[in-house]
């Protein structure tokens, strides 16, 4: 059987993979990236990118619904759900055969198939043609991702059930939803389907939605969710699913009993766990646990020379943008570049409509770790420029340390939250003070304007807005 040897080679596609192998490319090792799939993994294929085109594309179709507001004159306005999917796909197919390009442009060598670790330096490949091969390598990197969890539960195998990755597969938007689950995957995919129409019902077994972001935003984030027409029923456990005359019916334990929901589809996303790529890690002597491989701060396992990141490393952040970071830092140190991930300060982000980013201590975590807090918040509604696109919804809201002044965490509700928080994300990593934000000069007229008022409003100060 056929043997080569590389310096450095990759089990898995998706962004922290892909970056390690072209950061390893370009400090000059002989890399071989190895996906099973479609190089870009969950991520580019069935997550972020196709969830954002269906994101982008609703938020299109609500502002074309709200022409007359902005002095335009439409007729009906409808939509082929079977044209959106198929820019979707052509969208997907644009970015993985671009990225693709840029693997064969870095000389990294790509092969489709299935790889098993044989030992940290030995690997055996079944490609998907059938051919097998074997690599010897000097370094190896983990990087096979994360998977659904599905609950024990009565109905989970019915037609109908489906997980986010079907859900964003559908060919027909279906008349009704149940979402299970509260997570940012859950609303992100209940503002979707709702925003296309779909009565969405999401049915949560918890007391609160987004466990990781700021309660107070949270909880205005619901509100506007509601206004869309979801029906988010908490601390509602659900039991069972049963096949119904048309579509399926949910049986949740709620205070007062059981309650019974119809929907046409279900969607179940209580969230994700590592995925260790069926290799055997036991054989291997790699020390794990049910939440993903052990990992220092230089992406390093507890086996000289093989290293993890992304979704299957412990403990997940199950990001993207954490998993780029970490494949940028494993490279630089199998090419012998000593450097460290420190995820102290990652930006979250949720493209649901609107959206919702946080950086850094949500007021309850700084309260919980003793700080004097202070916080400054300022509405959307105050900010010239979403007042004249039309998308007022929404605040910025500053944590801070009373004693200092030190930014502590930002957190935005409102129009591209996702993008305005990365000033926040500066802020926290630098220990900048409320005093800086506020001195700092802020171009008008732009949304970025409200982290500015947000800070004035630390003090009282906000300029427009009593």
Not at 125 to 141: C, F, P, Q
Not at 171 to 187: C, F, H, K, Q
Not at 403 to 417: C, F, K, S, T
Request: glycine content about 10%; overall charge neutral; some cysteine.
């Amino acid at each position: 059987m056929e043997v080569r040897h590389y310096q450095l080679t990759i089990i898995g596609g998706g962004p922290g993979g892909y970056t390690t192998a072209l950061k390893a490319a370009a400090l000059g090792l002989k890399t071989l990236l190895i996906e099973k799939e479609s190089l870009g993994g969950t991520c580019l294929n069935h997550g972020c990118i196709p969830t954002k085109v269906l994101t982008n594309t609703a938020s299109i179709y609500q502002k074309i619904k709200r022409a007359e507001e902005f002095g335009f004159t439409t007729g009906p306005v409808g939509f082929s759900f079977q044209k959106i999917q198929a820019r979707k796909a052509a969208i997907v197919k644009q970015l993985t055969d671009g990225l693709q390009k840029l693997l064969k442009g870095a000389s990294v060598e790509v092969w489709h198939g299935d790889a098993r670790t044989v030992s940290p330096s030995r690997l055996a490949v079944k490609l998907s043609d059938g051919a097998e091969r074997y690599v010897t390598t000097d370094k190896l990197v983990l990087a096979t991702g994360s998977e659904e969890i599905l609950p024990s539960l009565p109905g989970l195998a019915l037609p109908g059930v489906i997980t986010s990755r079907e859900a964003l597969a559908l060919e027909d938007l279906p008349p009704s939803l149940a979402v299970i689950g509260g997570g940012v995957i859950a609303l992100e995919m209940a503002s979707i389907f709702a925003s296309f129409g779909c009565a969405v019902t999401i049915v949560h077994r918890s007391e609160r939605l987004l466990r990781r972001m700021d309660l107070e935003m949270v909880r205005r984030l619901a509100v506007f969710l509601r206004r869309k027409g979801i029906d988010i029923k908490m601390n509602t456990p659900l039991q069972k699913i049963e096949p119904a005359v048309a579509g399926l019916l949910l049986t949740a334990k709620t205070r007062s009993g059981e309650e019974s929901i119809a929907a046409d589809k279900v969607l179940i996303s209580i969230g994700r766990k590592a995925c260790f790529g069926n290799q055997d890690l036991d054989a291997l002597k790699l020390m794990y646990s049910p939440q993903g491989i052990g990992v220092n701060e230089y992406m390093e396992t507890n086996i000289d020379g093989v290293y993890a990141v992304g979704d299957v490393t412990a403990p997940g952040y199950f990001l993207a943008h954490v998993a780029t970071h970490q494949g940028l830092v494993a490279a630089q140190n199998a090419a012998g570049k000593r450097t460290g991930f420190h995820g102290s300060v990652v930006p979250m982000c949720l493209f649901t409509d609107p959206e919702l980013a946080g950086v850094g201590l949500t007021e309850e975590e700084a309260r919980e770790k003793g700080y004097a807090v202070k916080t400054g918040k300022f509405p959307f509604s105050g900010n010239g420029k979403a007042v004249t696109q039309g998308e007022e919804d929404g605040l910025v809201k500053l944590v801070s340390n009373a004693e200092n002044g030190v930014v502590l965490g930002v957190h935005i509700l409102g129009p591209h939250a996702s993008d305005l928080i990365q000033e926040g994300t500066l802020a926290v990593s630098q220990g900048v003070k409320v005093s800086d934000l506020a001195d700092l000069i802020h171009p008008h007229p732009t949304l970025s304007e409200a982290v500015w008022e947000a800070s004035l409003a630390v003090t009282g100060a906000a300029l427009h807005f009593r």
